[in-house]
T-cell receptor, first 111, second 115 residues
Framework: QKEVEQNSGPLSVPEGAIASLNCTYS??????FFWYRQYSGKSPELIMF????GDKEDGRFTAQLNKASQYVSLLIRDSQPSDSATYLC???????????FGQGTELSVKP | GAGVSQSPSNKVTEKGKDVELRCDPI?????LYWYRQSLGQGLEFLIY????????KSGLPSDRFSAERTGGSVSTLTIQRTQQEDSAVYLC?????????????FGDGTRLSIL
């Protein structure tokens, strides 16, 4: 079992819809969870982080964490074509600052 | 302010040569991380520094890989006797500290191609 798992996609949504990206992790002791966006040929860009169970909202983005289910998700409201990218879920497993990344979900927002 | 700076942005070299990759973290960030992203692969942790110390080197693939950090700032990742499987994008990130709740910010990476 991979430590951090994401559906590879591609996930295709129409412009204006809600995109839902999911991630599960295996280490129950994990404390910190991060979402990065990576455009093709570019480096990862931090968009959200969450530490506590529940929802955290920032503009059109909402991160959701359920530690009991070992599940973290990212919702993007009012999706725009510019949101088309690969979204990486990263988990800190309490081994210093080391992040374990999922394989990423490719999102395509169609005009 | 300035972000994480990596150089060179691209490096093409022949198999068997040594290469040195450089990372300059965000000013004031004490923690520095090296990752590798190969085609079709996820981001793979290599090593991290807190100050000049490297508490976790567990991700270095072989003894051909080494890294150092001096003055608590710039870090270099050295790959000796490069092999074709070393071809990847090498990404550096920094954070305020190595505590697990500190977000990491990435540089633009060095794209390494071994011929």
């Amino acid at each position: 079992q991979k430590e951090v798992e994401q559906n590879s996609g591609p996930l295709s949504v129409p412009e204006g819809a809600i995109a839902s990206l999911n991630c599960t992790y295996s280490d129950r002791g994990s404390q910190s969870f991060f979402w990065y966006r990576q455009y093709s040929g570019k480096s990862p860009e931090l968009i959200m982080f969450i530490y506590s169970n529940g929802d955290k909202e920032d503009g059109r983005f909402t991160a959701q964490l359920n530690k009991a289910s070992q599940y973290v998700s990212l919702l993007i409201r009012d999706s725009q074509p510019s949101d088309s990218a690969t979204y990486l879920c990263a988990v800190n497993t309490n081994q210093g600052g080391k992040l374990i990344f999922g394989q990423g979900t490719e999102l395509s927002v169609k005009p | 302010g300035a972000g994480v700076s990596q150089s060179p942005s691209n490096k093409v070299t022949e198999k068997g040569k040594d290469v040195e990759l450089r990372c300059d973290p965000i000013s004031g960030h004490t923690a520095l991380y090296w990752y590798r992203q190969s085609l079709g692969q996820g981001l793979e942790f290599l090593i991290y520094f807190q100050g000049n110390s490297a508490p976790d080197k567990s991700g270095l693939p072989s003894d051909r890989f080494s890294a150092e950090r001096t003055g608590g700032s710039v870090s270099t990742l050295t790959i000796q006797r490069t092999q074709q499987e070393d071809s990847a994008v090498y990404l550096c990130a920094s954070s305020l500290a190595s505590q697990n709740n500190q977000p990491q910010h990435f540089g633009d990476g060095t794209r390494l191609s071994i011929l």
